[in-house]
């Protein structure tokens, strides 16, 4: 058996053109990359029926992975959407506890499998709870963000939704409410195009959902999506503002969706193949790994060790998971109404 070659230990200096260390970087590869193979092993395994159904995020790895890497974990709070998987892999989900989710095993951490895939929630790593009707944990972000400003708590919440959801009063009631009271909240807009199957052009009369922020009198950005690096350098300082009171903040990730809406979904009758094979050559994961190797921060053998590693934790996951006890029928109740 060939022994395993030595790894150059990672700096932890900042690096002047990324703002983030070499050993940040391998982290960003490394969340990016886990969350698009368990992406692909739990829609592979909804085609075997053993998963009822799979919303994924392929595509959207940067713009997840950079916004979560941005704030302080176990700080900070995050008020997620269902295709966050990466953030939630950021934020302390390991692929085992995915698959559980997947699945909806007795011990998934995040609803004991009372909740569809996709719905996240683990009060310990301060990930909010949300509920199948979309832009809802807009509002719960400003309520925790209130909590915060009222009790001089210097924690900043950074919630998230698709384009489409902004169309929802949650969403403005949310941005007028955390304005008014200048909270620190980052309201994180994954644009990918798409609400379901209908085009941004469709959903809103501005360009930019970011452009909404004006109304508000409200600070706004808008970031390559597909750009991990670029993400990141764009959260993190408004985090850092809205940590300092310097209140809320808009910002709008252009990324675009790989994948069908779902499982469930057949994007073959609203977009071209021809759109998909274009955006498809600026896939998140192919552009960071590029630009890595070509500034000389990692040699390729390393970038090859972080794929296989992730590969044997994926497939320990799902078969260990397979194996884990589903739900007792006569707990169906339990954590729903009052205990007496």
């Known amino acids: 058996m060939t022994a395993a070659r030595p790894r150059r230990p990672r700096s932890r200096e900042t690096l002047p053109d990324y703002l983030l260390s070499e050993q940040q970087l391998e982290d960003m590869y490394y969340y990016m990359l886990l969350s698009r193979r368990l992406s692909e092993r739990m829609m592979a395994l909804q085609r075997q029926g053993r998963a009822a159904f799979v919303i994924a995020g392929a595509g959207q790895e940067a713009a997840q992975v950079g916004a979560a890497m941005a704030l302080k974990k176990g700080t900070d709070y995050l008020a997620p959407y269902y295709r966050d998987l990466g953030m939630n892999l950021v934020y302390g989900m390991d692929a085992r506890e995915a698959m559980l989710n997947l699945l909806g095993k007795r011990d998934d951490p995040n609803s004991f499998g009372r909740q569809m895939p996709s719905h996240w929630g683990n009060a310990a790593r301060r990930v909010v709870t949300q509920s199948s009707v979309v832009a809802t944990q807009l509002l719960h972000a400003a309520g925790i963000g209130l909590a915060a400003k009222l009790s001089n708590d210097p924690i900043v919440v950074l919630t998230c939704c698709g384009e489409g959801s902004t169309s929802r009063g949650d969403f403005h009631e949310a941005l007028n409410f955390a304005s008014i009271h200048r909270l620190p909240v980052i309201f994180y807009i994954q644009n990918n195009g798409f609400a379901i199957t209908e085009r941004t052009e469709k959903e809103m009369a501005v360009e930019n959902v970011a452009d909404r922020a004006r109304a508000y009198n409200m600070q706004s950005a808008v970031v390559d999506g597909m750009d ?113």
């Open 228 to 340: 991990c690096v670029a993400v990141y350098q764009t959260v993190r300082p408004a985090v850092d503002q809205a940590r300092r009171g310097g209140g809320p903040f808009l910002i709008e990730a252009k990324c675009y969706r790989l994948w069908p809406h779902s499982s469930d979904d057949d994007d073959t009758r609203y977009r071209p193949r021809k759109e998909l094979e274009e955006w498809a050559k600026k896939d998140p994961l192919v552009l960071f790994r590029a630009r890595v190797e070509t500034d000389g921060i990692f040699p390729r053998e390393d970038l090859d060790e972080i794929e296989a590693r992730v590969e044997e934790e994926v497939r320990d996951a799902v078969q260990w998971a397979l194996m884990q006890p589903d739900p007792a029928p006569e707990d169906a109740l339990g954590y729903v109404y009052k205990e007496l």
